[in-house]
């Protein structure tokens, strides 16, 4: 049965991976068409970050804890995934408030906007909490 369980951390861990690279998280507030994933807002690359003086490595972080996620549940505990959990939900709020912040500073004036996408990536990790906490509190180990 636990077996089962850690498959299910591994698959989100899998799902929250592509997501980085697919998944649009800033757009243009005129034209929705025109956004950036996770990987582009790092790399600088694609449309809207066309323009951007330098890229933000520091968002692989959002790649980085899936990987980390899917490692640890081949060797841990669903009490250590369930903080590496809690770091990916942690993480991805301080960058919505982060990005907040900076899209409605005075050089952005409202240009950008975050899209309804990074709420998913927040429901996931707060799903992903509440999946390993059950599965300690039922002993799922």
């Not at 299910?8 to 956004?35: T, Y």
């Not at 995934?81 to 990916?88: D, E, N």
């Amino acid at each position: 049965m636990s077996l089962n369980m850690k498959m299910v951390v591994k698959i989100v861990g899998l799902l929250l991976c592509i997501l980085f690279f697919v998944l649009p998280v800033v757009q243009c507030s005129q034209d929705n068409s025109i956004n950036a994933t996770s990987y582009q807002i790092a790399t600088k690359t694609g449309n809207l970050m066309r323009e951007a003086d330098s890229g933000y490595p520091i968002v692989f972080i959002f790649l980085l804890i899936p990987i980390i996620l899917i490692v640890v549940a081949f060797i841990k505990s669903f009490a250590v995934l369930r903080i590496i959990s809690i770091i990916g939900l942690v993480a991805k709020s301080g960058f919505i408030i982060a990005a907040n912040i900076m899209l409605r500073s005075s050089d952005m004036d409202g240009a950008f906007v975050l899209t309804p996408y990074v709420w998913l990536i927040i429901i996931i990790y707060a799903g992903l909490v509440g999946f390993t906490h059950y599965c300690i509190m039922n002993n799922k180990e």
